[in-house]
């Protein structure tokens, strides 16, 4: 596969409109075997700077465009996004490594918020207040919040970044975004059709480099009025702290530490299938993949084989090959934090039902592992494991799979199984996060509020929650005395 055949592939910034090269150059691998793919600029303060006066200088015309108008562009581009989508998901399978279908669903999972944004641009409403008295009439508006900076991970280097960037053009502000390091020509090719559609010069810009310089000259400069970043917790910590003196807004989406919870009386075939999309999707990646696997004790021996069955099934390999179900790991330090899980679970009395030693073909390559006898003492009932790492723990009572749920400082996503409505309600009600899967391990979708409370962020993505994420509330009050 030579990524130089596909036209949309570019290796180059994008500030200002043009596509922009640096002295210093940093590679891209391919997580599959290691391989260089390409070089892209690594780029520091300096360039950032120019990038966010370039976004400023592109304001007031973005914003002066009717909302209809910005749609329209943004509409383009997701029409681009869908009739390239076989050569985007090929670079993103190419440099992260996840199955080539999967990577095409992200595609088209990222193109939908391009599309969901186009036509909620033409609805950011504001109201009139009916006022006190006579004398005074109460209209609010919202506006664009301005220029905007977004951090993106590599986990979906696609979708990360559309439901940052297509919020922010329809409420009418521009942007910078820096994607990960592991994944930048992603972001390239999808922001580089942006450009094909029509989006001006100035509007988006995108740049790789050091993440430390990036991200201080986005947080300290005061033209930046928005940061919308997903990744860790603590990375998160430390944008938040330098956004405080110029007083940003933030959307923080960051770590999770999912529970799946399966009770007594599940469907626990549907619960085991689910179980498998939402733990292996992406090698186990995801901030809302199941972590911690909690089965109730009357069915944990039987659901455990049910699970068993179909983890068999997955296929490891190269993400471009056809039947590859889970592809390598991002890299080396991913697949160490899913070993030290296994081993610290081991040495505390789990066992192993399937998997738990390294594939032989590639570094990066782990296979799905299933733990039993797993417990709340463990890390990976603690800590967000990144793998394909299943610990299934057996609890007794409804109250005890809420508070061992709860015992966390996480809130993304939680999953639940019951064919019992008072159980259902009962648990997803008392579930501290943002959002709980009844009966599906998969709950993403641009319609829909996406983010977490406690330590896993601050704000929604998605839904029309996301496109307030970008907007400025004004109230003008009229005097008519
Ligand atoms: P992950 O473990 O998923 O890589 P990170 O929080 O380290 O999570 O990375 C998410 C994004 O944050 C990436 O784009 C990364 O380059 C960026 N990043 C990491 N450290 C910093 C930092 N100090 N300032 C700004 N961005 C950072």
Not at 76 to 94: C, F, Q
């Amino acid at each position: 596969m030579n990524l130089q055949d596909l036209s949309i592939f570019k290796n180059q910034c994008l500030i200002n409109g043009q596509w922009s090269s640096h002295s210093e150059l940093i590679d891209v691998r391919n997580p599959a075997d290691g391989k260089i793919l390409t070089q892209v600029p690594y780029m520091d303060g300096i360039e950032t700077r120019l990038a966010i006066n370039a976004a400023n200088h592109a304001l007031s015309s973005w914003k002066s465009l009717t909302a209809y108008k910005r749609a329209e562009i943004l509409m383009k581009w997701h029409d681009l996004v869908v009739a390239r989508a076989n050569d985007l998901a090929t670079i993103m399978t190419l440099e992260q490594g996840k199955p080539l279908n999967e990577a095409k669903g992200e595609v088209l999972y990222a193109a939908s918020y391009i599309k969901w944004f186009a036509e909620e641009a033409r609805r950011a409403y504001g109201e009139i207040i009916p006022s006190e008295d006579n004398t005074k009439k109460i209209h609010v508006t919202k506006e664009p919040i301005g220029v905007c900076a977004a951090i993106t991970p590599w986990n979906f280097p696609a979708a990360m970044i559309t439901r940052k960037v297509a919020p922010a053009l329809a409420a009418g502000c521009t942007i910078v975004v820096k994607p990960a390091m592991e994944t930048p020509l992603t972001a390239f090719a999808l922001l580089g059709l942006a450009q094909d559609a029509g989006v001006p010069d100035g509007v988006i810009n995108v740049l790789t480099g050091d993440a430390k310089k990036i991200g201080a000259e986005m947080t300290s400069n005061p033209i930046v009025r928005k940061l919308s970043f997903t990744g860790s917790t603590s990375v998160g910590a430390k944008l938040m702290a330098d956004c405080a003196p110029s007083i940003k807004k933030l959307s923080l989406e960051l770590g999770g530490n999912a529970p799946f919870i399966v009770f007594d009386d599940a469907n626990l075939e549907l619960a085991a299938s689910e179980l498998i999309k939402s733990k292996f999707r992406n090698a186990g990646q995801t901030c809302v993949c199941a972590n911690r696997i909690y089965i109730q004790k009357g069915v944990y021996k039987q659901f455990s084989e049910v699970f068993l069955e179909k983890v068999k099934q997955l296929k490891v390999g190269n993400g471009l090959e056809a039947g590859t179900n889970i592809g390598p790991l991002i890299d080396q330090k991913a697949v160490r934090k899913v070993r030290q899980h296994i081993e610290d679970a081991l040495c505390k009395g789990a066992s192993i039902l399937i998997g738990g030693e390294p594939h032989s073909n590639s570094d990066n390559w782990f296979p799905p592992t299933v733990l039993l006898n797993a417990n709340q003492t463990m890390q990976c009932a603690n800590e967000e494991t990144f793998g394909p790492l299943a610990p299934l723990i057996c609890f007794d009572t409804i109250d005890a799979a809420i508070q061992m749920a709860n015992s966390t400082e996480f809130g993304l996503a939680a999953y639940m199984f019951s064919e019992n409505h008072r159980t259902i309600e009962k648990v997803s009600s008392r579930l501290e996060v943002g959002m709980v899967g009844v009966n599906t391990g998969i709950i993403s979708t641009a319609v829909a509020p996406f983010g977490g409370v406690k330590s896993s962020g601050i704000g929604r993505e998605g839904a029309r929650a996301g496109l307030d994420e970008y907007l400025e509330i004004k109230y003008v009050c009229y005097g008519m005395g």
